[in-house]
């Protein structure tokens, strides 16, 4: 008998995560997911003559619910987006999420736990609103567990992180096609794993295009406005200032927006920008602002995918995998081909 196609089979042939074909197969409104690779998925559903199945099984006498823990829900705009993305997913195999914020209170921790194990869920995802590597407390090896936004250094649990290096490379690429040769990076803070990846991300293009890094126009601005304006206007007054910057974050960008209007500097026409996350003003601002989406909606979906698929006959070494999803380049105007 012929094996019958699984969406991780269509994710394989289409490049993309289980995540994003989940998000295309079931026609999830306002999915963060491009026409080209909306694209791909439906051709390598076709190909495979791949049908969504029934939900996934679950053991009997376990609970359809899903531990999802968070350390904080209130320092950032993310924490929603992991939330609602774990929720969604979950709603399509008919599983419901449980969210306990913890703040990494091994006593809150253990409660939670204890809760969860008594009432026989299906297990739990693990998450960070800062992507970092983590050591995760022995009290989560009592249920199936995935990592969302962190990783362990020792590989025990499967795990999905943004692809920031990645993403620090679209973001200065794009620059580059656009002519421009002295481009400034601001980067986040140096303990933010985040902010060193996509430095990294910046000084690969930099060196694949054969353009030299002038290091006095990489510049650590924290990741506020204030620390992007300041830092902005310090790079655009010099006698031989960027023609282009690539922001660690969109606050830093908006940070560049206000130095240009009080240098009389126009965007993108004077000088040209570029943030990272997508924050929700991003597209609002004037000009819109060209950027990355951290993909953190379509990251907590893999996580609801791979926690049921523990279930699942999966060869459990294959599962043990540090996955990185691409943040996606959102083009606008803010960026402009450099003057001659």
């Not at 490049?15 to 491009?34: D, E, I, K, Y």
């Not at 939900?55 to 619910?65: E, I, L, M, Q």
């Not at 091994?106 to 960070?128: C, F, H, M, N, R």
């Not at 300041?230 to 206000?258: Q, W």
Request: glycine share 6%.
């Amino acid at each position: 008998m012929e094996k019958r196609a699984t969406m991780v089979d269509v994710a394989e042939l289409a490049g993309v995560s289980q995540a994003t074909v989940s998000l295309v197969l079931n026609g999830v409104p306002n999915a963060r997911v491009s026409k080209a690779t909306r694209r791909r998925v439906l051709e390598a559903a076709e190909q495979l003559s791949y049908r969504r199945g029934k939900a996934h099984p679950v053991p009997k006498g376990r609970k359809r619910v899903i531990g999802l823990f968070l350390d904080e829900v209130s320092t950032t705009p993310f924490a929603a987006q992991f939330i609602e993305g774990a929720r969604d997913e979950a709603a399509l195999q008919d599983v419901t999420v449980a969210m306990f914020c913890t703040q990494s209170d091994p006593a809150l921790e253990q409660a939670a736990i204890d809760l969860l194990v008594s009432q026989k869920t299906i297990g739990v995802i693990y998450t960070t609103l800062i992507t970092r590597q983590v050591t995760v407390p022995e009290a989560f090896s009592e249920l199936p567990l995935v990592l969302l936004n962190c990783y362990e250094r020792k590989l025990r649990f499967p795990s999905v992180v943004p692809g920031d290096i990645v993403g620090g490379y679209t973001a200065t690429q794009a620059l580059l096609r656009a002519g421009h040769r002295r481009i400034a990076h601001m980067t986040g803070e140096i303990f933010v794993e985040a902010a060193v990846d996509r430095e990294n991300g910046f000084r690969q293009a930099m060196a694949e295009w054969n353009v030299p890094v002038d290091e006095d126009l990489v510049k650590q601005a924290g990741w506020t406005i204030r620390g992007g304006r300041e830092t902005a206007l310090a790079l655009m007054s010099r006698p031989n200032p960027p023609t282009a910057i690539f922001c660690f974050n969109d606050r830093m960008a908006i940070g560049c927006y206000e130095a240009a209007r009080m240098l009389g500097l126009s965007v993108p026409a004077d000088i040209s920008i570029v943030g990272f996350d997508n924050e929700d003003l991003a597209a609002n601002m004037d000009p819109p602002l060209s950027t990355l989406v951290l993909p953190h909606d379509e990251m907590a979906r893999w996580a609801v995918a791979e926690l049921l698929d523990s279930y699942e006959d999966a060869d459990q070494d294959e599962r043990l995998q540090k996955v990185k999803i691409e943040c996606e380049f959102i083009e606008r105007s803010s960026v402009a081909a450099v003057k001659g």
